[in-house]
């Protein structure tokens, strides 16, 4: 049943408060400067007259209705969506973190100073890599920062021939946009019949006009760039320099670092690895860490250690400058550090090789009914192609997604990435228990015999939503965003 919005709910003087009486003589506010009369309301403005009950229900109701980590498998590949641990939640509630202001005295904010400058520390040695920013608020926030450090680092040495950023085909969208608003030319690398970077492509590409090469490791069809040492020899012999996109570190923490595979620069998503929940719109945290070639030109401020505790630090002349309000989303910034705390080095290795397991295992179950055109072994995700169910049955990857909304799963990511034909790729992440597992492939198996037995009830999927199977070409291209 769908839910009314509150203000349909509203019934004229009912209320959710009760202010105590008034306490200031009448007509104290004829005292202050009145607005311009068309800055002031002529009619009382429009707002739902509800009880408390009936918001504290009506708000119940709607997250009910959404499907979350902590009511159900959510293997949404490419976006981690792992269980978040309570802990950092509930630190991350507490007033001594939400009670503070940016531009507070710096001396009564030393503790919360310390937990970004400690967090920059942790990140440093997780990544390899020599220190960073804590500013940038997304995972494409970030890739800006650091393609817009890369395009500084070649300025200043009066390069300006390097104009060309090379993206694998495979790579999330964000990375080619985010090279785009820094005023590079986008030249796509292919992919070779393992999946990976094709190493003659590359090659053929890389002159004196490159800037950089982006890559993710594992890359999104949740395949390890083997060739990387290689890749990174050629990228820096151009004269180029390499950007790891971190997104997808949640497979590799504590075993590998991109340091140590050559990478210059990168972005992390704080929520996707680090204990905030990925997607939903909610605040995220792309930190910057990057090597000491680029380390001059990192956003500013810094934030330093010194005699008389944590300072900022603003005097770096070759900084891109400011990317953020203040220092980013703080919150998550406070719940990473919490994570990595609880976790320790141990617990965040044991995180990723269960992570790589989980997404094997599955992989395993499921390969000898649908095809997985990629790698036998995958690291944290991996990709099925439901092209032969579309030509023999006509069902399409997006009519499996939608029946296993009404199993009570989120849909694996689908169409993406467009090597595969009909993809859907699967991430289960570390949190699943070996039983969750095979009930998810189980479910999946029972999709596939009613795939080949009734494909006409998958087309009608979802049925158990409030809304069915929405037009998605219509929506986009007439968005009708009122109510
Ligand atoms: C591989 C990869 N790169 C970049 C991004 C972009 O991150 P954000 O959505 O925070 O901008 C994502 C998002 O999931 C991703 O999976």
Known sequence: MSEPLLIDMSKQGRKAYCFPPLDLPRGFDQALPSLPASLSRQTAARLPEVAELDVVRHF???SNLVHGVDNGMYPLGS???KYNPKLAEHIAGMSEFTQIHPLQDIST????????????EDLSSITGMSWGTLQPCAGAHGEYTGLKMIRSYFLKQGDDARKKVLIPVSAHGTNPASAAVNGFDVVPIASDERGL???EDLASKLDDTVAALMLTNPNTLGLFEQDILVISRMVHDAGALLYYDGANLNAILGMATPGDMGFDVLHLNLHKTFSTPHGGGGPGSGPVMVNSTLRPFLPKPDIELTDSGYVYQWENEESIGKVSMFWGNFLVLLRAYVY????GSEGLRAASRHAVLNANYLAAKLAPV???????RCMHEFVISCSDLLEKYGVSAQDIAKALIDEGYHPPTMYFPSLVSEALMI???ESESVESLDAFAETLLKLVKRAQEDPASLKAAPITTVVG???EVKAVKEPNLRY
């Open 60 to 62: 119940t109701r709607l």
């Open 109 to 120: 904010v030393q503790g919360s100073l310390s937990v970004m400058y400690n967090l920059l």
């Open 197 to 199: 970077v094709d190493l």
């Open 79 to 81: 976006c981690t969506m």
């Open 370 to 376: 649908l095809r997985i055109p990629y790698g036998k």
């Open 340 to 343: 990595i705390l609880r976790m």
């Open 427 to 429: 991430e289960p992440t």
């Open 469 to 471: 199977r929405l037009d």
